[in-house]
């Protein structure tokens, strides 16, 4: 595993109230959420990143409300058997 080292202001830890391994952990989970939101990273690999099993990352999606599942319009009407002009 890559070890990679973020800085952040101590007024960061101040204001969250939490130790550094605490906010590395929210960091890990927020950067896996939005790649996962943006379909850069699969659930599984979202969830390795954010040191998580996937029961556990889906529950934190829920937690958040998050849509686990995205589809857009025409993939809608393509699953559905509509046709768009």
């Known amino acids: 595993m890559t070890h990679v080292d973020v800085t952040v202001p101590d007024s960061l830890l101040s204001a969250l109230k939490k130790a550094p391994h605490e ?9 896996a959420i939005h790649w996962y939101q ?15 099993s996937r029961a556990e990352f ?15 319009d025409p993939d809608l009407a393509r699953e559905l058997g509509e046709v768009r002009t």
């Open 58 to 72: 889906l529950g934190e999606l829920a937690r958040r409300r998050v849509d686990v599942f995205s589809v857009d």
């Open 38 to 52: 943006q379909g850069v990273l699969s659930m599984e690999r979202a969830a390795e990143t954010a040191d998580m």
């Open 23 to 31: 906010v590395a952990a929210e960091l890990r989970l927020a950067a």
